[in-house]
């Protein structure tokens, strides 16, 4: 069964610090272009950052969006068939459901990535 499971999702007061992990399962996870998105409810889904797919361990293309740019990092470690993300000066608009997503196209920003799978979600709660 593919599948995509994420994990790392935590309550954290705002400035703090989060690392999110996705695992796939059932396929190699370095063939996909990957992306974190994040969904508030009743709000649209979020594209976050992607990293662009190679079968080695890099060289990658990353894309972020303006509001996380120089606090996430997006990486991934495809000998683990792992997707991460560093989370950094959390502020409260970064609370959300944050899903792990496959793209079989050679995307390389959010703006045209099109994933086929996606995880459950893991949430990020940052309260004071």
């Known amino acids: 069964q593919l599948q995509l499971v994420e994990s790392g999702g935590d309550s954290v007061r705002p400035g703090g610090s989060l690392k999110l992990s996705c695992t796939a399962h059932?396929?190699?996870?370095?063939?996909?272009?990957m992306a974190w998105f994040r969904q508030v409810p009743g709000k649209e889904r979020e594209g976050v950052a992607c990293?662009?797919?190679?079968?080695?361990?890099?060289?990658?293309?990353?894309d972020d969006a303006a509001s996380v740019k120089g606090r996430f990092t997006i990486s991934r470690d495809n000998s683990e068939n792992a997707l991460y993300l560093e989370m950094n000066g959390l502020n409260h608009e970064d609370t959300a459901i944050y899903f792990c997503?496959?793209?079989?196209?050679?995307?390389?920003?959010?703006?045209?990535?099109?994933?086929?799978?996606w995880g459950q979600g893991t949430p990020v709660n940052v309260s004071s």
């Open positions: 997503a496959a793209d079989p196209q050679p995307s390389r920003s959010l703006a045209t990535i099109t994933p086929f799978w």
């Open positions: 059932g396929f190699t996870l370095g063939c996909y272009a």
């Open positions: 990293i662009s797919s190679s079968l080695s361990n890099g060289p990658w293309e990353t």
